[in-house]
């Protein structure tokens, strides 16, 4: 299948999954939900996103069974297990602490972080970002962590790259960089890329995506092209420059359609699309797959 067809078709496909998203409702769960059986290590990432963003209870069971299949990619268990702590229900607390312990070390750590979500939300913390003590999320997105108390960049960036600190904290100050979204924030998250754990980076990827900020391409491009880096890490920095979309983004990624990593190779060609979209006048993307939504 040429590279035409596979975009054309991954464009119709990711449109109609973030259309059924902003849907909503328990049909619209039912169709996401069957999509699970595809072969897609990507598309079924994106399927457990859009779930958890809904915020819809109905979810929980696809979900659930999604994070406990150990067929599945471990990117994929950990977008259920993220799901699943998004959806903010106390009533998965027990199956996240279980798989807290999980041998796959992403699937593990993500649960660790729902668990923590789900703790800060039972004790009210979401007040916190109701009184405006905390910073605003201005990409509406349902995120792993909420962002830190209002620090400066060189404090937060202490916070970010400290390894010692528990990954919760970690990522309260990666969300409170993203939404300062100057940048001095975007290199202070650029250097993360550089820390130990693949779902820390693979997480300042999605940030970074987010932000569109020019300043994030260097780092961003180093982790693409980097042929040993983790699979899920490099999908999302090509998301990421898709979503930045200048010369230089569409020139590496045309490089790595042709990745040897179907999750790579797929991402970039999604990133193209993205990129073609945000250089045109079309009038919704459905979201795209860059994620700028959450």
Same mark, same amino acid.
């Given at each position: ?151 400066? %960049?060189?404090? *937060? $960036?202490?916070? +970010? ?8 904290? !970690?990522?309260? /100050?990666?969300? =409170? ?39 994030? %391409?260097?780092? *961003? $491009?180093?982790? +693409? ?8 890490? !490099?999908?999302? /920095?090509?998301? =990421? ?10 020139t590496v990624l045309q490089h790595y359609c042709g990745d040897k990593e179907r999750v790579v190779k797929e991402s970039c060609e999604v990133a193209l699309d993205m990129l073609e979209y945000e250089n045109s006048d079309q009038f919704q993307y459905a979201d795209g797959l860059v994620r700028l939504q959450g």
């Open positions: 299948m040429s590279v035409e067809v596979i975009t054309e078709v991954w464009t119709v496909c990711s449109r109609a999954l973030f259309t059924l998203k902003n849907l909503g409702g328990i049909e619209a769960i039912e169709w996401i939900s069957k999509a699970f059986t595809d072969e897609s290590a990507l598309l079924k990432h994106e399927l457990a996103y859009c779930l958890g963003q809904m915020q819809d209870k109905h979810a929980i069971p696809a979900l659930t069974a999604v994070l406990k299949d150990t067929q599945q990619e471990p990117m994929v268990r950990h977008e259920a297990g993220e799901a699943l702590g998004a959806i903010g229900d106390p009533v998965v607390l027990d199956l996240l602490k279980e798989y807290s312990q999980d041998p796959v070390v992403e699937v593990a750590e993500t649960c660790q972080l729902a668990v923590c979500r789900l703790e800060w939300l039972q004790s009210e913390g979401d007040k916190q970002l109701e009184d405006g003590s905390t910073d605003k999320n201005p990409y509406c997105s349902v995120d792993p962590a909420p962002p830190a108390v209002r620090k400066s %960049v060189s404090e *937060l $960036r202490s916070i +970010l790259l400290d390894e010692s600190l528990p990954l919760f904290e !970690r990522y309260r /100050a990666m969300f =409170a960089l993203r939404n300062l979204g100057n940048k001095e924030a975007v290199l202070a998250l650029g250097d993360g890329l550089q820390c130990s754990g693949a779902l820390f980076r693979h997480e300042i990827g999605y940030v970074l995506g987010q932000m569109q900020h020019p300043a994030a %391409v260097p780092a *961003l $491009r180093a982790a +693409l092209e980097l042929s040993d880096e983790n699979p899920m890490v !490099r999908h999302e /920095a090509a998301e =990421a420059l898709g979503s930045i979309g200048k010369e230089e983004c569409l």
